[in-house]
């Protein structure tokens, strides 16, 4: 799918009437620029001049945290909640305004489309999602689901025809494991419909719900091949843009994500009877053991994260000495080569730290995603839409997991960040900046008309 | 009350006739042996010959651990679980099968007593409990409670009139807190009622569940004084006495105990787009914390004790930094002013940790048992009863809590332990040896009749 994308060029002549490059197109680099591109019948004046209304894109982003609002800021819009189906209901009437004609998929993603002048092109794929965690904040999914409405409806309203089809999708339940976006992809194995997510529901009622039919997916899925490319604005949730003053992330990929049970098995006994000498504590090996995970993610160049998220003692009581623990490992990176090496350290120690306090330690393997790589191509779109609307910059890993990543699967995807302020997500003191936001949509919007280019 | 309680002598001549030590009598170093003591009247060669029926103890041990038996052995038989009111049942038909005539108490617990010959005289009280931790075994409160019945009946089917009156006690709730000694020590405050027990039910609806009455509470107190001594044999619950290979435990005291809640705060972020330089992370510093108040508490000679058997970590998902943990500290030692120093040291590294990871450590004091000495002078009888049986002692104090801590608010206190396979307690796997019960009991009785005659 990849190899069959060659060509690429900016719209237009914005790299030289907006960015600081004059003189020189650098998508020349990549592939020539479109001459006979079905953009030039609508001018490169136009593109040049389209912008998304940035002030209705955050007027909207305040009408939607009042779904599921909290006391002390931010929402808890869980999927499948009341309050995640009202929002959505809320986000198709916005769908409207703008002139799209939304509907529900079998997956339960909200969907538009805005047909293209060429039949024969595969959909480009534009979105996010709205649903939270509990006590999230405003701003995670919210700012790229609003702006690709604002997208669809700046194109609409200017009248301004993409030869590719474009869909304009909001995903459903991103924070309980990329549940819309792996229906669409294949990769959701129906057994997990069985799954309770955090508003209470299983996932079969979450998703009937909100309007999916899983007896139906299948009319949802799609295959290899059968997106033109996928693009996602999100927020950073890292401190990286914000801390070196940077307008723009560029991802270059979503890293892999793994996850282990780890059980730490010692010998519960009476805290009071049990002399210091005679204990096989497993509480305190695990100490150890999250000490060094600590030390071993941190001792080599990198950007890994390895995080102890949750804990379990057993029985758990303040007098007895825990003999069981269970906690979860989770090591994160680009390369798969490197997580596989921390981990065969991990394990490695963690087994002196068992022969050191009579303990021993089982992994099991739990969740596993693959690290998702941007299109390089559609990076270097990205980067030069930005330049070309005066912002900088910075290539950068994603940490987080996003429905981006099932895209992959199917096409070429990118995805553009905004600053997160103080690097915080997933808490009500989530934030972005209004002109911040404002930047990300416009830079999504030229790099689809960017993207609509690709090939021609 | 101790001041009052002067002379001291064995019952008869049983530290010649069965001790080694002939020719001497040893009780003569604490006081006169009294030559006119009551106990005289029955003659010596009796209680010399006098003995519990060690396999009836056993028998009644093993029908016990029917109530509330656990597939993987042991039992669960919380307080006010209606496996504990089974065997609350059952034990009062061994009480009247003893030849005695149990009662349930205003409080809850079982009790008979056996008049004595001077009405003027205090009880004697002797007794343990029959309930037991989720998951408990066949021993713990069993051995003392089945043994101090079987010393009434065997004081009664020989006819064997006391002084003192003799109250055979089983205590009701002692897992759950010393709940039924504390309401007769008056160490209950009445807002404890309305706390959830292991077995579900809140302590008033248990106490009712039993027998008892919470608004007569007051017919069951006894004021310091009221009672001559209270003895309870019990198993020891660690593995001091089998490793060393010695039959009886003469309990020093029970330490003090004192828990903490102890509250780490960070800053919860997401564990895929913070650097690992970023983090607050409140479970890593939780875990140096664990590992610390270990090196503490080791480092110093000496019996003290210090456990974090309780932890939790919020928000607890795998994918997120821990902002927060709550987790739970015990100190226990016989001396209160180790444990303050301990707890000192252990609250300035905690400040240490704190620093250098961005959290903060919060101590709430919630539990705080002072150390319950024994009488010397008990200690005293039951050494040599057990020396007079030709039995090994070892001096010892107990780490565990025991309803003869609330006893010895009201009068000299004594604790008789015999030893546990492995040191192990409260789990199914505990176990103590047929004959060591046996020992454990006839020391019993002779400390019962020793006692009886102090002070004639």
């Known amino acids: ?41 609508t001018g490169a004046e136009l593109d040049d001049a389209l912008r998304v209304d940035g002030a209705r894109i955050n ?8 779904f599921g609002k909290n006391p002390q800021g931010g929402v808890s819009r869980m999927a499948y909640s009341e309050a995640d189906r009202r929002g959505r209901e809320w ?18 993603n909200i969907v538009a489309r805005i ?14 999602h709205i649903d939270s965690v509990p006590e999230g904040g405003n701003f995670d999914g919210d700012v790229g689901t609003l702006s690709s409405v604002e997208v669809g409806r700046t194109l609409l309203a200017n009248q301004r025809r993409l030869r590719h089809p474009l869909d304009i999708v909001c995903w459903q339940n991103e924070e309980g494991g990329l549940v819309g976006s792996r229906i669409v992809s294949g990769e959701f194995p129906m057994a997990e419909l069985e799954q309770k997510g955090t508003a209470g529901k299983t996932l079969r009622e979450g998703i009937a719900f909100i309007g999916g039919d899983v007896n139906r997916f299948a009319e949802s899925r ?69 000490e060094m995970v600590n030390h071993v993610v941190t001792s080599e160049p990198g950007r890994q ?42 394990v490695k120690e963690a087994t002196v730290i ?6 021993r330690f ?23 839409s930005a330049q070309s609307l005066g912002l900088s910059t910075l290539t950068l890993p994603s940490g987080a997991g996003h429905d981006a990543q099932s895209m992959a699967r199917l096409g070429p995807m990118g995805m553009i960040f905004i600053p997160s302020v103080g690097g915080i997500s997933h808490a009500p003191t989530e934030f972005s900046k209004a002109a911040d936001i404002t930047n990300g949509a416009n830079v999504l919007l030229r790099t689809v008309l960017a993207l609509d280019g690709w090939g021609a």
């Open 1 to 41: 799918m990849l190899g069959a994308l060659g060509a690429a060029s900016l719209p237009g002549s914005a790299a030289r009437s907006l960015g600081g490059a004059r003189g020189t197109d650098p998508l020349r680099e990549i592939g020539p620029a479109g001459a006979s591109s079905p953009r030039a019948a």
């Open 59 to 66: 007027g909207h982003l305040a009408q939607l945290a009042e």
């Open 91 to 108: 986000l198709m009437g916005v769908y409207r305004d703008a002139g799209l004609a939304p509907r529900i998929d079998t997956a339960g």
């Open 115 to 128: 047909d293209g002048t060429d039949p024969s092109l595969k959909p480009l794929v534009i979105g996010s």
């Open 222 to 290: 799609r295959a290899k091949g059968d997106i033109a490319a996928y693009v996602e604005l999100h927020i950073e949730q890292g401190g990286t843009l914000e801390a070196r003053k940077l307008d723009i992330g560029v991802v270059e990929g979503i890293v892999g994500l793994y996850h282990w049970d780890v059980e730490v098995t010692g010998f519960a006994n009476h805290a009071g009877t049990t002399a210091m000498r005679g204990r096989r504590d497993a509480l305190l090996a695990a100490s150890r053991f999250i």
């Open 305 to 346: 994260v390895g995080t102890v998220g949750h804990i379990e003692a057993y029985p758990g009581a303040p007098n007895v000495i825990p003999g069981r623990v269970r906690l979860t490992l989770e090591l994160r990176d680009l390369a798969v080569a490197n997580v596989e090496r921390l981990y065969a350290r991990i």
């Open 354 to 359: 068992g022969q050191r306090s009579g303990t």
């Open 362 to 384: 089982a992994f099991t393997p739990t969740v596993s995603h693959l690290p998702a790589l941007s299109d390089p191509r559609i990076r270097e779109f990205i980067r030069r």
